[in-house]
């Protein structure tokens, strides 16, 4: 029997083609890809069956923390500095303009009016690390109210989620729904988590 | 003056050939850094929007003249309760009716609203009770409950004191 030859082969291979593959895969993800908001407060979300996605865009976002603190978010540049203004001839609060271009660019916070002017003043490492005592949702001072209005006012179209954490109380839920209803907000949405629909009843 | 020194050093004759190297070039390091983009960019990507319920309130009507009394049979009550805790009972606190412990598991609260009492009498009205003590989830679990079910008619009403006496009666806590 004659020796079975192995035939050496070249190790190295053609990588064209991966290469090919990769960078279809980086454009992809470069253009897919919206960077992840900073948000001032982690919430674990409840989660659900629903199916219902939320828009992109003209989405005011209140989320409630697992301490019952609620923070206010609005999507939009313009529509965040045309609320600011609003929300500042309100309380006779002056901002400069880059206090507007702070606020601005912010996802959300959660101080009252009158320290809304010391965050902005902060730096962005700094702000993470203050702890925000959350938007004043009392009748006496129903801060969160106004920022509703005004940014209703200011951008109609907008859509309302509340955005909740699991542990959040719910007396403070409630409070916000019915601060919702006052202003005449009677459909709006709860974000939640993903959760396989149960298929036998 | 380069042509005259080369000229020179082939001094043999023949044609003098430009070395050809091989095309090919070595990839690793532009693979590498391919891989290293997509990783980056998949792990900063938010690819899966969150989900959201829709949920509608009913206008708040300060006119009770214009407000229409429910029928015992077709009132159910759901109340949370705390820690994860949910009760429920059928007609009216007023009637003393029997007050049940329930949960959110599977085979709690969902087999209520699917049994006939409820699924058969297309009036039957659900009245979620929170209690103070409850959660954001409790909530979010049973308004999700009665969507999986497709309960029509429901709504989130703020607790009375004649459940609360009524809780307390029965469960005793």
């Not at chain 1, 601060?179 to 009677?186: S, Y």
Request: aromatic share 6%; no cysteine.
């Amino acid at each position: 029997m004659p020796k079975v030859k192995v035939k050496r082969k070249n190790p190295s291979l053609d990588m064209t083609p991966m290469v090919d593959l990769f960078f279809l895969l980086v454009t992809f993800f470069m253009l897919t890809a919206s960077a992840r908001p900073d948000e001032a407060v982690i919430v674990d979300t409840p989660s659900s069956a629903s199916e219902i996605k939320i828009p992109d865009t003209n989405v005011i976002t209140i989320t409630v923390d697992k301490d019952s603190r609620v923070f206010f978010g609005v999507d939009g540049q313009q529509t965040k500095e045309a609320l600011l203004d609003k929300m500042a001839g309100k309380y006779g609060v002056g901002f400069t303009e880059e206090e507007k271009k702070t606020f601005s660019l912010l996802s959300n916070f959660g101080v009252p009016m009158s320290q809304l002017k010391s965050l902005l003043a902060m730096e962005s490492s700094a702000r993470k690390e203050v702890n925000q005592p959350g938007i004043p949702i009392d009748s006496v001072r129903n801060e969160l109210g106004d920022w509703i209005l005004q940014t209703r006012l200011t951008n109609p179209k907008v859509v309302i989620a509340i955005k909740g954490d699991q542990d959040a109380e719910y007396p403070t839920v409630k409070r916000v729904i019915d601060i919702l209803q006052d202003r005449k907000v009677n459909r709006f949405n709860l974000i939640t988590d993903m959760e396989a629909k149960p298929t036998n009843l | 003056m380069a042509e005259i020194q080369e000229q020179a050093d082939s001094g043999k004759g023949g044609k003098k050939r430009a070395k050809r190297s091989s095309t090919k070039i070595d990839m690793t390091p532009l693979v590498d850094l391919a891989a290293l983009l997509i990783t980056f960019f998949m792990l900063t990507t938010t690819f899966n929007k969150p989900q959201t319920m829709e949920i509608n309130m009913p206008v708040k009507d300060d006119n009770p003249d214009s407000q229409t009394l429910l029928k015992a049979s077709n009132a159910m009550t759901i109340i949370l309760g705390e820690d994860d805790k949910v009760f429920y009972y059928f007609g009216l606190a007023e009637d003393n009716p029997e007050v049940i412990e329930s949960s959110y598991a599977a085979g709690g609260i969902r087999k209520v609203l699917t049994s006939p009492q409820v699924k058969s009498n297309e009036k039957m009205t659900v009245m979620v009770k929170p209690m103070e003590g409850s959660r954001y989830k409790n909530m979010v679990d049973i308004l999700d409950e009665l969507k999986i079910t497709d309960t029509k008619k429901f709504a989130m009403v703020d607790i009375a004191d004649s459940d609360k006496k009524l809780l307390q009666e029965q469960i005793g806590n």
